[in-house]
């Protein structure tokens, strides 16, 4: 279904496309969409790459619309899944229900296909009068539907704001009263057209007309209203929102914009301040217009400001992209008086700086947060609701006190997953060759595996694992119990040198864990401490890549900051760490 | 009041209307070239120069023209409670489109606001919106039926004739007790089958009462079946969120249903090594329905994933596991492995009828598997990766090369 909807617009774009210049369709949708509360994955930048050299750079961050055609598709994919796309118009009068569920979907499925249909109706280029759109309305497939239909395709294809009045006009008239749908939808072509009078009157009208609005209607207005003059009047409608229900964080987001639009800083931090009070998590753009707007100042308690948000970023691991990251430095080379200089780098596995040569902290947790991460880890992966999910009490015990007896171990391996890594061999020729391997590196191995790999069978001989016995201490866990949370327990108990072997991003171990700050130590300790398997080795031998020695996140010595940031242009997935660095320091005047 | 209102809206219309005439003229101003391509009428309109131009602020006087009393009425109440001002949203709601139901009852209101997030707002209020559409196409039908049913009395009245029969019609209260003699039979000699009540804490509300309706269902099939299981509730407490959910479906009946409730575990009641814990988690395949053994479902409906629930209580207990091989018999396509309990008791009551693996999983929804497995499985995973290449698009070269290693060259050459 939706496949055939997405194509048969498409044509129509296209052909639209080469017919005459419009404003980007994608565009105005993603508006649209946005506005009615659909969400929408960070937004993508485009820009060129800048050189590490290059210091001042010639960017204007409002100048990020130019969409490459490639680009397009993609954001239009996006926008066919609002939660309300299936179910928005059921007319109960047009269907005819059958008995079983099935069937009902069904219906309501053909008859989104239906609208999509509609959807595709021409709305004029010019006003209409009365009795032009009743004409039109009448030699429409359903006519109880048109203005609806005819509204949707006017913010999709941007029509002028006079073809939506003279069809107000034309409902008022006849009708004596215009739905709330309709205004609504109206609103959002003001809103997408910047046309501020307008948008002052519809909430007027709409303030009069009904007693409360619903978000959709709020969200329009707050963006409508903060990219205008009339921007404080979006703060008087925030609070209003506030007294209904918890603001989105888009509202909050055009309306820390527009204070620091208008350099109202202080007001911009109160806002940024309410919203993290509120557990929303700030948008990255919300944190660029903060470095944007405040570049140039000289403000101590505004400076505080900024540092507590690149602390904040620190705190929650996350990534600046690199928009944002230009606007951090921008703003740390214009403080007055202070010289900050910004250099873009690639930090080497060692964990030094190559532009000031600075040692990067390393990913050792503390004592307290290690102590914590192990008790949570028994907790709530191995225990969780019930002990016997993943092991049983006994078996937990007897691994218990097997570690206890043999501790420290320099290295604990995921027998099973490592015995697979290369599907041609035999699984215990694998583990055999990666035992060895890791021998040459660590003194005491711990190897984790199940029961069944003592039987001896065409995978598992019983001379090779009597050989890997007299290397590397084993334990055998039930044939039905999990043997990753022995893994991180053995790890963790043997202490903060001891590391472990397995391909697994043990997600689902991290996904037990219950609150963030555990998961982000959990998160923190994994990139120290897991050793993965290198795929890039190839060929015969088996190769791996040790752990990243330093830790991958915004940190600072008081005089330098190093702040990893994403490259826009490659995917990252959550466990990836980003390998480009902005080094800023401070450079001391010697003369 | 509302008369004067009425006049004052008319006055402004009128008013608009002539206001849009005078200014006619400036319509021929619009440059030609920029011509509709909507439809021929408008075309034919265009051409016509005695159309009057159009007043496009018009609609904001309608609008407002109304209002000037409304407004006053409104300003009254300046204090609404939340359960009000959530009513009034949902209300708007409806009219921008989303899926909320038309009518909505003061506590529905209030477990909607109780809802922890936005989302689980919008889903409770789909739920109930699906929910009030269903009562709603039901009803019609309903009222439809009985249409039908009066008009072909009507027809019948006039050309009535008494019918003679030699049999006594039998009514659904004498089957009913065809059924329970059935059933009292095999609560005496018949094969007892548990079904665990000790999930209740590993699920929300919603799931309980699902749980429960299945469990109904499942009742209910037994009771018809030929030779009916001796169902027992373990573990189960009175009051629990079960027994509350029974109540509303069986209402009086609850205490007359021929099933053995207890409180006790199965494992008090029952030898250990006759009981078999059935879940699909387990790593033993049911291989035959064995008459001997007391098979155990566990009473849990999982919409959040929630995997090894019940293999651990069997863990726990020290019991036999077994999972239905629906690996062996269906060429799996989607969807997880675990099934409903009226879908395990059809299963269930099949073998135990037939022994014939076939026929009892044909109550496996079909639109979890592809088809039945009737040729070795080695030949039916080549063919899969044919298809799969196929769907794929790989390379020709490769995919004529496993062509012709799994077909014989005669076949190929021909």
Known sequence: MALFSQSCQYGLQALLWKSRVFWPASRCRQLFAASFGIPKRDKVSYFSFMTSSSTALPVDPQGTDACPAKKRSEIDYEEEKGWDEDTQEIHEGKLRFSSSGGALKKQLMNHTVSRHKFATVQPPERPLCAEEWSRLRESFQSPELFEEVMFNSMIRYNSPIDVAKSLLTHVAKSNGDIGYNLLVKYLALCVQQGKTSEICDMYDILKIRFKTLESGAYNLLIRGLSNSDQWRMALTLLEEVKRVTVPSRSNYESCIKAAGRHQEMTLACELYHEMLAKDLVPTLDVLQALFDHSRGMKNSALQKELFGILLYLRENQVYPHKTLMRSIKLWFESIPGENWKGHLTNIKDSGQCPVCSHQLEDSELTEEEYNNLRERIIRDVIHGTDTFRKTSPQEFEAFQTFVENRLPFDIVIDGLNISHIMPRKVQCENLFEAVNCLAKDYARLLVLGRKHMLTNSSNWKREVMKEMQNKADFFFAENISEDDAFLLYATLRSGKHCKFVTRDFLRDHKACLSDSVTRHLFRKWQRGHQIVFSSSAGGKHIKFLPACSYDCVVQTTGDTWHIPYKDTFEEKYSYEIPRKWLCLQQKYRTT | ?414
């Open chain 2, 1 to 414: 009041m509302r008369a004067a209102n009425m006049l004052l809206k008319k006055i402004v219309r009128c008013s608009a209307f002539s206001f849009s005439i005078q200014h006619g003229m400036k319509r021929d101003l619009f440059p030609l070239s920029r011509t509709l391509i909507l439809s021929p009428c408008l075309k034919e309109d265009n051409s016509r120069s005695s159309s009057e131009k159009v007043d496009l602020d018009a609609w904001k006087k309608v609008m407002k023209s109304g209002l000037q009393d409304v407004s006053e009425t409104v300003s009254e109440p300046k204090e609404i409670s939340a359960l009000a001002a959530a009513r009034e949203t949902l209300e708007l709601w409806r009219l921008v489109g989303r899926a909320v139901p038309e009518k909505i009852s003061e506590e529905q209101l209030k477990a909607f606001i109780e809802c922890p997030s936005k989302s689980a707002q919008k889903k409770y209020l789909k739920f109930l919106h699906l929910k009030e559409l269903y009562k709603k196409s039901n009803k019609r039908k309903m009222d439809e039926k009985r249409e039908r049913r009066l008009e072909t009395q009507e027809g019948a009245s006039e050309t009535e004739e008494p019918k003679k029969n030699p049999f006594v019609c039998l009514w659904s209260s004498s089957m009913d007790k065809a059924y329970n003699w059935r059933v009292a039979q095999s609560m005496i000699f018949g094969q007892p089958l548990v079904f665990d009540m000790s999930y209740e804490k590993y699920m929300s509300v919603r799931e309980v009462a699902n749980t429960v309706r299945q469990i109904v269902l499942s009742e209910g099939c037994n009771r018809r079946s030929v030779d009916p299981f001796h169902i027992h509730f373990c573990n189960f407490k009175d009051d629990s969120l079960y027994h509350k959910e029974f109540i509303k479906y069986y209402r009086g009946a609850w205490d007359k249903l021929l099933i053995t409730v207890t409180d006790q575990c199965y494992t008090n009641i029952f030898p250990k090594d006759k009981l078999v814990y059935l879940t699909a988690d387990s790593p033993k395949v049911m291989k035959t329905f064995d008459h001997n053994k007391i098979y155990i479902v566990g009473s849990i409906v999982d919409k959040s994933i929630k995997t090894g629930v019940s293999l651990a209580q069997a863990k726990r207990l020290g019991l036999e596991t077994a999972a239905l091989p629906l690996e062996k018999y269906l060429l799996w396509n989607s969807g997880a492995k675990n099934l409903t309990l009226d879908q395990m008791m059809h299963i269930l009551l099949t073998l135990k009828d037939t022994g014939d693996w076939k026929k009892a999983l044909e109550f496996v929804p079909k639109r979890k598997y592809c088809g039945f497995v009737n040729k070795p499985m080695h030949e039916l995973k080549k063919t899969l990766n044919l298809i799969n290449m196929l769907k794929l698009g790989k390379r020709p070269e490769e995919l004529q090369k496993r062509f012709a290693n799994n077909y014989p060259k005669r076949l190929t050459q021909k």
